[in-house]
């Protein structure tokens, strides 16, 4: 309510416009003052959690103020109008090429791949790609088209289903056996076969942010290649580990550097470490990308070529990805990452000591800290991230782990940038307590609810 001053002779913003509950179904016949229609949105987003207490998302919760002045100043400049902003098309293929040679591609492609809303739009024209070349390779050979499958463990992202239904594919989900978080060849190879259009692997997956068995899977490809005459592309989903793994694992060969590997996705949103809404689909060549999904149009006076899901869309994203790299440099994001994994074990080595949960270890993953409350507790996850929810507003996701491994109810906690070892600690220092209040209830013992202090004690 700060600012809130006179409008109309002596009556208050508050007085004129915040005593009526917001305008839910219907357009208003009238307007408001900007400042009135400012204060009725910010005084309900309020209700909402606070990102920076959300350890529940991988998305970027924080960013420098000189790029969210580039975020600023490049909202209006649509992405799509290429014509009319060569500059910044050029800016988003600079990044495609620079992703391209962080994975180690071969060569020096003018344009392997493509900037995206997100991973999701990365992964659904990634996976039509394969299917295009499937298809003509299979048209070229006389052979059938209709029945097109993708290889996959049930480790990945929903956005995998999704693309099959949407794109009439074929789901071939293997499922994760129990005691195991991850897939590799072994899983894999029984479910593949000519109609195959490639096989995903995951590396940092939602889960658990382990990785797939990449290398066996390329080695799998590899001999199904030279053994069978079966020509399968790998597409890697690394919509987190894209911007990790390169800089906290760099020997670990996860991209390009595997001759299956021909296309990868990445969230620029997640350790690209920009705000909501950009992505990135980078081909190992531009052989990848057949022809036929590559749209010329020139509404807007000159002849332009698109490969997107979507039309119109802000520049501002891609921008600031590009604000980060010449920022950061690969130095920054080697330090970025580090800072995470740094207050990660911190939070792990705190939670180790609480011998009321268990917690999963094994490199390399991503910035995280995966526990499970012991079968042996009277409280389950749920009931531990309710209390910590309750008691200071921490978000922390509880979750049961793919199918075939149900009761596996895991606590996942994300150690981004803003999560400073200070916040660790008080996360830490939370959980001990709530771990002795449930406790206490559980054995019958009145407890005094957690009362949520806010910031700071
Ligand atoms: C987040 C995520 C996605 C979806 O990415 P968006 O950028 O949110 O569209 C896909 N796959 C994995 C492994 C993810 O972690």
Redesign the pocket.
Same mark, same amino acid.
């Given at each position: 309510m700060s600012g809130t001053e006179a409008d109309t002779g002596s009556l208050t913003l508050a007085e004129q416009y915040l005593t009526q509950p917001a305008p839910v179904r219907r357009i208003p016949e009238g307007s408001l003052t900007p400042r009135a229609a400012l204060h009725i949105l910010q005084s309900e987003v309020l209700l909402d959690g606070d990102p920076s207490k959300n350890l529940a998302t991988?998305v970027t919760t924080w960013m420098e103020p000189e790029a969210r002045t580039v975020i600023l100043e490049n909202l209006h400049r649509n992405f799509i109008d290429h014509a009319e902003y060569p500059r910044t098309a050029e800016i988003a293929n600079r990044c495609v090429r620079m992703l391209h040679h962080l994975y180690n591609g071969p060569g020096e492609p003018e344009a392997p791949g493509t900037a995206c809303a997100? %991973?999701?739009e990365g992964?659904m024209l990634g996976a039509l790609a394969m299917k295009w070349r499937w298809k003509k390779a299979r048209e070229t050979a006389g052979q059938a088209t209709d029945k097109p499958n993708l290889v996959y463990g049930a480790d990945v992202?929903v956005?995998w289903d999704k693309f099959c239904r949407y794109f009439d594919v074929e789901p071939r989900q293997v499922p994760i056996a129990r005691g195991r978080t991850v897939v590799g060849p072994d899983e894999l190879e029984p479910h593949i076969d000519e109609n195959t259009i490639g096989v995903v692997a995951?590396v940092?997956?939602?889960f658990t942010g382990e990785c797939d068995d990449v290398l066996g899977i390329d080695a799998l490809l590899g001999r199904l290649r030279s053994e069978r005459g079966l020509d399968i592309p790998m597409h890697v989903?690394a919509?987190?580990g894209g911007f990790v793994f390169p800089f906290s694992h760099p020997e670990f060969e996860w991209d390009f550097r595997l001759e299956s590997v021909k296309s990868i996705n990445v %969230?620029g949103?997640?350790f690209g470490l920009v705000y909501p809404g950009v992505?990135w689909l980078v081909f190992r060549d531009e052989e990848q990308l057949p022809e036929e999904l590559v749209f010329y149009e020139d509404y807007l006076g000159e002849r332009d070529a698109t490969f997107t899901l979507n039309f119109s869309g802000s520049s501002a994203l891609i921008l600031a990805q590009f604000y980060n790299f010449i920022r950061f440099g690969r130095e920054g994001y080697a330090s970025l990452v580090r800072a995470m994994n740094t207050n990660r074990d911190a939070l792990a080595a705190r939670l180790g000591e609480e011998d009321a949960l268990e917690l999963l270890s094994g490199e390399p993953r991503l910035p995280l800290v995966i526990a499970r409350v012991r079968d042996e507790e009277d409280f389950t996850g749920t009931d531990l991230v309710g209390e910590l929810a309750q008691r200071r507003g921490w978000m922390v996701p509880a979750y049961e782990m793919p199918p075939d491994n149900e009761g596996q109810q895991i606590m996942r906690m994300m150690v981004k940038i803003n999560q400073s070892r200070e916040l660790a600690d008080a996360l830490a220092d939370d959980i001990h307590v709530s771990i002795a209040d449930l406790r206490k209830r559980a054995a019958g013992q009145r407890v005094k609810r957690p009362v949520h202090r806010g910031h700071g004690y």
């Open positions: 991988f997100g %991973s999701s992964v992202h956005v995951v940092g997956t939602t989903d919509a987190s %969230s949103h997640k992505g």
